[in-house]
């Protein structure tokens, strides 16, 4: 059974930063790509970074260069995303896929003050 378990999301105030946590069991990780997406509220969802199966390509949405950075953890079946900088538009959901069509539950990312 194929699950993607989003972690790390929380309340942050602007410029902080949070480590966002999806750790996948039930398929071969290493085997696959892995996207983050975003969805905040009454927006449609956003893809936010990518990263190949063996981590070393990635791409990012242009609104988040140089602010978000997405690795992966092949021995630990785990991707991440570390975001810096956060500005108030990057309240969202956040979701981890899986690049042959699973998705995680998400996790709520609200940057306020």
């Known amino acids: 059974q194929v699950q993607l378990v989003e972690s790390g999301g929380g309340l942050v105030q602007p410029g902080g930063s949070l480590r966002l946590s999806c750790a996948a069991s039930?398929?071969?990780?290493?085997?696959?790509?892995m996207n983050w997406y975003r969805q905040a509220p009454g927006k449609e969802r956003e893809l936010v970074a990518t990263?190949?199966?063996?981590?070393?390509?990635?791409s990012y949405t242009d609104s988040v260069k140089g602010r978000f950075t997405i690795s992966r953890d092949n021995a630990k079946n785990t991707v991440y995303l570390q975001m810096n900088s956060l500005k108030p538009e990057d309240t969202a959901v956040y979701y981890c896929?899986?690049?042959?069509?699973?998705w995680g539950q998400g996790t709520q990312v609200t940057v306020s003050s």
């Open positions: 896929y899986a690049r042959f069509g699973s």
């Open positions: 039930g398929f071969t990780f290493s085997s696959y790509g």
């Open positions: 990263i190949t199966n063996s981590g070393g390509s990635t």
